[in-house]
């Protein structure tokens, strides 16, 4: 049975939980944590989402994050991809350092996000690493209440929730906390892969059905027209025999804007460049590689993810 699909849209507010496979330990000390906020922060530079909170466990990782106009997945494959190659490399190993697919709840923002952040920001006391939050070096939690730790976090807004003024809103934020130690906290709100109450689900429903059909009203003749154009190629070429660096490029950037925004498959994609799975998938596989490293490219990518989204 197919996966379905995560929702994915700006703005989108999702409580993401990655786990270590068979939940083996994902950090072994604190250099380890220290390269994956590194990581956690490279990402949130290059790719403008609000990280709202975070807590790294022994096998697993809370992160509270908001989408803009890169999606959830993009974000989480970059910070997994690079965390897994520096573990692997660091104790010469090999394979999924994570299990399968990170867990992504769709949360209903204007009720939940502060029930959220004391969440996750308590785990290490629930799990009982420490007796107070505040203890615990590696959560976002110190970040609301000091300067330190937390120069990427979007506390601000968080913290204007409980007030205007920010020495009382850090006092009431602390005082939120403390109620929540004293008590365990309500997960009745959480149902199925969402965090909110039914009206919330029934909208978030319906924004994936017209998400779905938005994307199936793209096609890849109109995705290969803004592909040309932006980068002054001609059409014609990419459908003509023989090898070209410039040619493949294209032909992996078409692919690889069909494959992460459509339903296209890459099956359609090789038959419509009259290419073989293998040597498609090939040049999707570089294309991503090289907007690890290429921030031009990344920024291209990004205007044309816009483009073709207005263009539905």
């Known amino acids: 049975m197919a996966r379905k699909p995560r929702i994915s849209f700006p703005g989108a507010l999702h409580h993401v939980i990655i786990r270590g496979n068979h939940m083996e330990k994902i950090f072994t000390d604190d250099k380890d944590r220290e390269k994956f906020l590194r990581f956690l922060k490279i990402y949130n530079e290059r790719y403008k989402f609000m990280l709202y909170a975070y807590a790294l466990m022994k096998n697993h990782v809370h992160l509270l994050i908001e989408e ?31 299990q399968g697919r990170y867990k992504a709840l769709l949360c209903d923002k204007e009720n939940y996000l502060i029930i959220l952040v004391r969440y996750i920001h308590l785990n290490p006391v629930r799990a009982m690493i420490v007796k107070r939050p505040g203890d615990y070096k590696w959560s976002s939690h110190n970040a609301y209440v000091t300067d330190d730790n937390g120069d990427f976090v979007n506390k601000e807004f968080v913290l204007s929730l409980f007030s205007g003024n920010k020495r009382v809103a850090i006092k009431r934020y602390k005082e939120f906390i403390k109620d929540g130690m004293e008590t365990e906290e309500e997960l009745s709100y959480i149902s199925g892969n969402y965090v909110g109450d039914e009206e919330f689900i029934g909208k978030m429903e319906k924004k994936t059905t017209q998400l779905s059909r938005e994307e199936l009203n793209i096609n890849l003749e109109e995705i290969t027209r803004l592909v040309t154009d932006k980068f002054n190629v001609d059409k014609r070429l990419l459908f003509e025999k023989g090898r070209g660096r410039v040619k493949s490029k294209v032909r992996g950037i078409v692919g690889l804007l069909a494959r992460d925004i459509t339903n296209i498959t890459l099956k359609e994609i090789s038959h419509y460049f009259n290419r073989d799975s293998s040597t498609m998938s090939i040049a999707i596989a570089k294309i991503e590689r090289e907007v690890e490293i290429d921030n031009d490219l990344w920024r291209y990518l990004s205007e044309l993810k816009i483009q073709i989204k207005k263009f539905t």
């Open 68 to 98: 803009g106009e890169i999606p959830l997945s993009k974000i989480m494959q970059g910070i997994e991809q690079s965390y897994t190659q520096y573990y692997n490399r660091r104790f010469k190993k090999s394979g999924h350092l994570f």
